[in-house]
């Protein structure tokens, strides 16, 4: 009986497939940019395919594109789950991906209202070492939204003048800035900050919306109701657009 056993099993083990060659980096990088072409089309296909790769040691570039693909299910804690184990393969590996995939991480937690969550992953990715100007920039941008969330003005703050002084040339840094310092009624800065954002992207909406709103709150209401129309009229169909439309009717505009 032994002996048929050993037979078995070294008949087994003759006829198994060999295990599949391990893909190269270029080979990783096309795959994973297909595969997150593939989440932006269809996020449940991608879901699988990154699975599928994951099964077959696809490692960290699998876990990424799985965390892809869940993001665009809206899967937003089981996505912060993915980025997080990713980012930390990617860190004990010395991988410079860890940045991206600690802020990717963040940001998936961020849009699951887990603001504490976001805001620890981005200080993951701040205690990297290397970062270039323009990531660092990136992250306390990011990290400022996450303390925005938490109710944080003052850590909020810090990251957006840390943040503007990094990536000057990045207007959603400077909307940011404008609009913190809006709500905590720094009227100067708000109007310093708004009108670098405007000069670094005259025609968006949601600047000329948060530029009205400054305006009237310093009573300026001609100025106001210029810039809310040139939100409403810049993009009609967008948050920014719609909210400035309502402020035109008087009506309570929400934050877009």
Wanted: some cysteine.
């Amino acid at each position: 009986m032994m002996f048929v056993l050993l037979a078995a099993a070294a008949a087994a083990v003759a006829v198994a497939s060999p295990p599949p060659p391990a893909l190269s980096q270029a080979e990783h990088s096309a795959r994973g940019a297909k595969c997150a072409a593939l989440a932006d089309r269809d996020p449940a296909k991608a879901e699988a395919e990154a699975r599928a790769w994951l099964a077959a040691n696809g490692g960290m570039a699998a876990r990424q594109c799985l965390g892809i693909a869940q993001s665009g299910l809206e899967q937003w804690a089981a996505s912060a789950t993915t980025f997080e184990a990713a980012a930390k393969e990617a860190q004990i590996a010395q991988d410079p991906m860890a940045v991206v995939l600690w802020m990717q991480a963040g940001n998936a937690a961020l849009a699951g209202d887990e603001a504490s969550r976001a805001r620890g992953n981005f200080d993951r990715a701040l205690a990297l070492p290397g970062l270039s100007k323009e990531m660092e920039g990136e992250v306390h941008l990011d990290r400022a939204r996450a303390s925005v969330a938490l109710g944080d003005s003052a850590a909020a703050r810090a990251d957006l003048d840390r943040a503007t002084t990094l990536v000057p040339r990045d207007p959603l840094g400077w909307l940011l800035r404008a609009n913190l310092a809006r709500k905590s009624k720094d009227l100067p800065t708000a109007f310093a900050s708004i009108r670098e954002a405007a000069k670094l992207s005259p025609g968006d909406a949601s600047i000329a919306y948060e530029a009205g709103n400054i305006a009237a709150a310093s009573g300026n209401m001609d100025d106001a109701r210029a810039a809310w129309t040139r939100a409403a009229q810049a993009a009609p169909d967008s948050p920014a657009g719609q909210a400035a439309a309502l402020a035109l009717k008087g009506g309570e505009a929400p934050e877009p």
